[in-house]
């Protein structure tokens, strides 16, 4: 399949053999659907109305967790679920899903204690099938973290979890798909869903950006749109809607000198008793999350409040009362929203069940909710259902979803880091990038020239923010979203993407604009 966006696009529009499944939502989820299908022999078609992971798949935390929080409420089935697939994508994709260390610091008089927390990681270690819990004193404590509050501090729970770059892990998906035949698009939205006389699905048609619509032939489409999920379902028979909660969860990215962590490290917010984080990240520090419903038109991009920035902050001060962090140290922002389905009850945002959700309506399925970690057992089971419950169409459960990179030496100039990173960024298209020839590094980054040529060239960016925000994060990681960078970027990129003078310069408009608006802190500013 050609990697040329606009000649897929002719591809699509003179296609007449119907597709077996058409995918709608290119974040995590419908990503993960697209390579099920796709490994699985099924003529496949993805397409995203935005870009690929616009939506929560990439502001999400970016953990890859079992989630302790589910486990403490009782949802044993989703927690095993979720650490299994942990392992599993630690072992299929390392440098792309990597192992941290978590510590949970325990204060006297403070919940949870020591005692409980250890009998929760002992139930958590056995559900992963692998040990990774170990209790800290207060010393030890300090050695791993510098600078952490340690007044009443009586003791540490140690415990494993891993890490990813949502974005990537969604880009890798795509090109695992792509490479077993799917069609992958973004910018182009489901305009309509056609049926027959009896309300069966045959065919979707789809919008590209500024094009006509294109009808296409298949008896089942998947909806994996996430926070809209509710939208295209309601063009079906329903019997069962979904009811989507949006709740918007907040993340605050610091220069790691500010706040020099090497672990995860957690506390219960002294306001609702929620867990926060601080945890590295592409050399910053982020802190996160909030919890909110999420009110503002889902067509826009979210953004973090003043409110949320004072909560984040309130955290960073009581676990590390020395480093005096203030709003002005602050590299970026970035707020996510969670597709959460609810029951209608009236639940405060945390409380409310991170379990996905199925609707079948007679080929068309929608899927929403659920955890970045399970994506591949929710794909699996959407597309059985798209089936009729025939899971004979899907490949064998213990097939890679990842492949594995090429054998390379390592090639002279890259530390193991980097080299890990690229191995699980790239995979079998790590060689190809790196042909690139332009093995240095943006300043002040580990992100490589060469890794912004292979997206200009193959990685469908069709705006600045796609290159700046999802493909590479550049725009999180570096000051005032990397403005410094544009003119270098200009002289590399635009001739690679094809755009005029003028183009170029309405993109970095457009993409300065949006990063004021969205990833900044908000203009009414906090102290």
Known sequence: MTENRGDTLAVLKNNNIPFDVVVVGGGITGTGVAREAAGSGLRTLLVEQKDFAWGTSSRSSKMVHGGLRYLGSGHIGLTRQAVRERQRMMEEAPGLVEPIPFLMPHFRGKFPGPRVFQLLLTVYDKLAGVRTRDKLTPAETLQWVPGLANDRLIATSRFTDALTDDARLVQRLIAEAQADGAICLNYVAASGITRDAHGHVTGIDVTPEGESAIHVKTKRVINATGAWADRLQKQGPHETPLHIRPLRGSHLVLPWQRLPVTCAVSLLHPEDGRPVFAFPWLGTTVLGTTDLDHTADLNLEPNITDAEVHYLLQVSSKLFPGTGIKAQDVLSSWAGVRPVVTSGEDKSPSKENREHALRSDKGLVSVAGGKLTTFRQIARESLVAAFDGDKSVLRDDRVPVFTSPPETPRYAGFSR???????????????????????????????????????????????????????????????????????????????????????????????????????????????
């Open 417 to 527: 880091l980097t080299w890990n990173r690229l191995k699980g960024f790239y995979g079998q298209q790590l060689t190809s990038m790196l042909a690139e020839k332009s093995p240095d590094c943006v300043d002040g980054t580990t992100t490589l020239w060469a890794e912004l040529d292979w997206a200009c060239r193959h990685e469908q960016v069709v705006h600045l923010d796609d290159l700046l925000l999802r493909r590479t994060r550049l725009g999180l990681v570096c000051p005032k979203g990397a403005e410094q960078l544009l003119p270098a970027l200009r002289r590399r990129c635009q001739p690679l993407l094809g755009w005029s003078d003028m183009q170029w310069q309405q993109e970095v408009d457009r993409y300065l604009t949006l990063y004021r608006q969205s990833y900044n802190l908000p203009t009414t500013g906090v102290a």
